[in-house]
């Protein structure tokens, strides 16, 4: 069952002017914008129609009053504010069903597909007289602009078995990442490690920019030997009790950990802020003919987790505040915290022992898709990214691509419009991008010349989205006559022609500057540069626009007293 449910070219960019770039229109770009919030998931079995009566093995609490279980369903979505709803043996594809009723209880922001199975018999249709097919529900709080679903569960090679169980995903509009739901077969462990495999390999096929996320009643606790190869590729969430059973010959309770969420794995950090499970909701109560009613609408907890977002522009330490990172004359990477005022905090933590002097340094966007923003340095001869673990901490490098040494290396954002960040670098005179590669995190293409001359003078540095309209920006400072000109990212992957954005920012009066993404909260992009006064100060200068609507550069403010001639490099 399936159910199909940029390229630049080069240009000439000099000194004075910044010539034509084509490719294709981006979305908007990652690290240019404010930061986009996590998604919150919740993955539950409601056991929708399970046969049986009380004191029976497939007893299903309520399994006739499907209006109860809507209205959990919608109470969990209203209390974990809720992005996407994965339902395990659920109803669909009819007027009446759970994916119906869902529909109308979760209103028309909305959107939901089912994928049916089929049970050992071979029959799809829902009993107990309810409606519409068995299998599985995906709803989003978005627009689903495609969806896909197949039967992942090979066939029984003795035939007794007509069962079908499948995997859907969902691509929604704006998002970087992939839904997707499953329901693993119980027991027969040869199956369902081949039913896992073609699952992971149906995400992944059909993953976004930033990979998917799965949830579902996978039928075995995290640990077990069956599960190892997804746990050994993919980020888990969730390995605490998900399900109660009663035993009918013991007359014993017993839980397990069945339900589970896992996503791509990511390099630093997990995709993965958080994970709960909603016990409340399952029903413990034991399976007597004379137990009574039961205490929930499940066998079944809901399981729910966040996932990251894409940070904040400059927020290497995860709260929503651009940061500065420095290199000092010790050869050691510092990072002063953002104060969201345009000041950073005056004690700086050390997050990179020696071996920074001469590297070019640069922060802006999430090269590992974990929803951290992580640092990206030319050293030596390559470039490297260094994975954020979240709290501006860094993990081993990876090596992105080689480069002369002395090559200035800024990460800017998302020029190529595919939802990942990209870099530019200038060495030999010209400019050259980078483009990342979202289906390979961390990782670049091979170089593309964007400018063919008089790059040599110029100190770059990304500040973000300066002039509002949701693509990266480039400022550049003329180290020859302290000019400092605005790049405007364009809607064709390109920069448009330069703009005066400030002067007086010589080399010799604004040793370094640094674009500071929006430093001070109000919605514009800022800068930092350091003075040779005394023993060196850090300025501020919160970003304007002038009278013919062109980002400027604002009043300046202090905001570090001295000891900053100690400093190499800022980013």
């Not at 976004?208 to 969430?237: E, I, K, S, T």
């Not at 709290?391 to 990942?420: C, E, I, W």
Request: proline share 6%; aromatic share 6%.
């Amino acid at each position: 069952m399936k159910r199909s449910v940029r390229s630049l070219a080069a240009a000439t960019i000099a000194a004075s002017a910044l010539a034509t770039v084509w490719g294709a229109a981006p979305a908007q770009a990652q690290g240019a914008a404010a930061g986009a919030p996590g998604i919150n998931v919740v993955s539950w079995n409601i056991c929708g129609e399970a046969g049986g009566d009380r004191g029976m093995a497939g007893f299903c609490p309520d399994r006739d009053e499907p209006t109860k279980k809507i209205e959990q369903i919608k109470q969990v979505v209203a209390e974990q504010r809720a992005d996407v709803v994965m339902l395990q043996e659920a109803c669909g594809e009819a007027p009446g069903s759970h994916m119906d009723m869902l529909q109308t209880a979760l209103g028309s922001d909305w959107s939901l597909r089912h994928a049916a199975g089929a049970r050992p018999d071979g029959r799809t249709d829902c009993r107990a007289g309810l409606k519409g097919q068995l299998g599985i529900v995906l709803a989003v709080k978005g627009t689903i602009t495609d969806s896909w679903s197949e039967n992942a569960l090979p066939a029984d090679p003795t035939g007794a078995s007509k069962q079908t169980l499948p995997v859907l995903c969902a691509a929604v509009a704006g998002w970087t990442t992939t839904p997707c739901t499953t329901h693993i077969v119980v027991g027969d462990d040869a199956r369902a490690r081949t039913q896992l495999g073609n699952v992971k390999a149906f995400a992944e096929k059909h993953s976004g920019p930033n990979g998917f996320v799965l949830g579902g009643d996978f039928n075995r606790n995290g640990d077990a030997a069956v599960m190892q190869p997804m746990n050994a590729a993919l980020d888990r969430c969730v390995n605490e009790t998900t399900y109660h059973g009663w035993e009918l010959d013991t007359k014993k309770h017993s839980y397990h950990s069945l339900d589970h969420f896992y996503a791509t794995r990511t390099v630093g950090n997990s995709r993965f802020a958080s994970c709960a499970v909603d016990r409340k909701r399952m029903d413990t109560t034991e399976n007597e003919p004379d137990s009574g009613p039961p205490g929930a609408v499940s066998d079944h907890a809901p399981i729910i987790a966040r996932l990251r977002g894409t940070p904040v522009p400059g927020d290497m330490n995860g709260d929503g505040k651009p940061d500065l990172v420095a290199v000092d004359d010790a050869g050691k990477l510092r990072l002063y915290r953002g104060q969201g005022d345009g000041g950073v905090t005056g004690s700086p933590t050390i997050i990179g022992g020696s071996g920074w002097t001469g590297a070019s340094v640069s922060h802006r966007g999430d090269f590992t898709g974990d929803g951290t923003e992580d640092v990206v340095a030319r050293v030596g001869g390559e470039v490297r990214v260094y994975p954020n673990r979240g709290d501006g901490s860094l993990a081993d490098p990876v090596r992105l691509a080689g480069v002369p040494t002395g090559a200035q290396v800024v990460s800017v954002g998302d020029l190529t419009g595919d939802a990942y960040p990209d870099l530019v670098a200038s060495y030999d005179d010209k400019l050259w991008l980078y483009a990342g590669v979202p289906a390979a995190k961390p990782a670049v293409r091979s170089a593309r010349q964007i400018g063919s001359g008089g790059w040599s003078p110029m100190t770059l540095t990304a500040m973000g989205d300066a002039d509002h309209d949701g693509l990266p920006d480039l400022l550049a400072r003329d180290t020859r006559d302290g000019g400092l000109w605005l790049y405007r990212g364009r809607p064709d992957g390109s920069f448009d022609n330069r703009t005066d954005y400030g002067h007086g920012y010589g080399p010799a009066n604004r040793p370094l500057l640094a674009g500071a993404a929006d430093a001070d909260g109000n919605g514009t992009a800022d800068l930092w540069t350091t003075t040779d006064e005394g023993t060196g100060t850090l300025m501020f200068y919160a970003g304007e626009t002038n009278p013919a609507g062109n980002p400027v550069d604002g009043d300046r403010t202090t905001v570090g007293l001295s000891g900053w001639k100690s400093i190499r490099s800022i980013s």
